[in-house]
């Protein structure tokens, strides 16, 4: 797979062409131009690599980054009357993700589930300055800025909504995982976040529900064991060779296999989304065992979890398989207490399409 390499104010690469960095000091930057400048690197980085056809970027120290999340960030608001203008839905009705979200809550409600949504924070969110964009402030003269305006301000109208977000970008970036590589939160050559990350967010989502009525009393008896795990990931390409270690925590039960005791369909809680649910858990393409969200979350309430992860789409297929399950298993939905909905954040501009799914008949 081809990459193309930004450097400084430079851009290496297939088409061998220069793009122009602006040289702004990150203690110069006045308030909303950081993150200005960052949308213009990531439109830059972006525009280079779709019109070479390639699918990932290359930043500093072998970092990669996809070139549809670089476009998400370039894009600013993506709901609303701005929704069909920056989305690469299918069908522009298909655009806006927020009544689509606001409508599954609302079955959610009226079946008596809560719903949690977990968007998954962009790399380039979290590592800007492995991006390479000298507009883009250093983490090394201090900690990193947010600089994703478009979906703080998204998770907050749904916040206004009654929609229960997970923002996790502050987490993040204060777990970046300066020093030791094996600590990143995102894989430097996979498109998924890291086992770390992983960890990070079960353990936000338990204290979420901590005093829940439907938590168990007793907890389940996981076991964790820590190990490394070499990986080339995703965005690597098979004859690039990239090669990365990350710090794994694997969740087992005596008797069983790592994963296997983690998952059942009977819980109160549904994880559901794309990849981001499946990796480290499902294996082979996955990459690991037992150390996904799904392992991690377990661990953590003390119970089983269900899981519904698809390898496409969080947006709209996996809400698809949430309807099938539920009108072919009578009663499935019944014991459900809370759907947790996790998918990547630049699936709000780069799926096909978010559609309303009656959920139950």
Known sequence: MRKIRFSGSRWLGIAAACVTGMAVQAQTVAPGAAETAFR??????????????????????????????LRHLSVGPFWGEDAAKVSRADKPQWADPLPVILDFKAQMDKAGIQLLLVPVPPKAVIYPDRLGADAVPSAKGG???????????????????????????????????EGAEGQSVY??????????????????????????????????????????????GDLAGAANGARE??????ISMAGSAAGAATVDKGSPVLL?????????????????????????????????????????????????NLMQRARSTPGYLAGKKLVIWCFT?????????WRKVPIMQ
């Open 143 to 177: 900690a990193v800025p947010r600089l994703d305006p478009s979906l703080r301000a998204f998770y907050q109208l749904l916040a206004e909504k009654g929609v229960m977000v997970e923002d996790l970008t502050e987490a993040f970036i204060q777990a970046r995982g």
């Open 40 to 69: 213009g690197a990531c439109a830059s980085r972006f525009e280079a690599a779709e019109k070479a056809g390639v699918m990932a970027v290359s930043g500093s120290e072998g970092w990669l980054f996809m070139t549809k999340e």
């Open 187 to 232: 894989c430097k050559t996979d498109s998924h976040w890291a086992p770390v990350a992983c960890e990070i967010a079960a353990r936000r989502i338990r204290d979420r529900f901590k005093t829940a009525a439907w938590m168990p009393a007793e907890k389940a008896a996981f076991t964790a064991e820590r190990s490394t795990l070499q990986i080339s």
């Open 245 to 250: 270690t990350l710090s794994l925590r694997t």
């Open 345 to 353: 954040a630049r699936e709000f501009t780069e799926s096909q399409g």
């Open 272 to 320: 559901l989304g794309d990849s981001h649910c499946l990796v480290f858990h499902s294996g082979d393409d996955m990459l690991a065992t037992g150390a996904g969200l799904v392992d991690q979350l377990a661990c953590e309430m003390g119970m089983a979890i269900d899981l519904l992860g698809v390898r496409g789409s969080g947006a709209t297929p996996a809400r698809l």
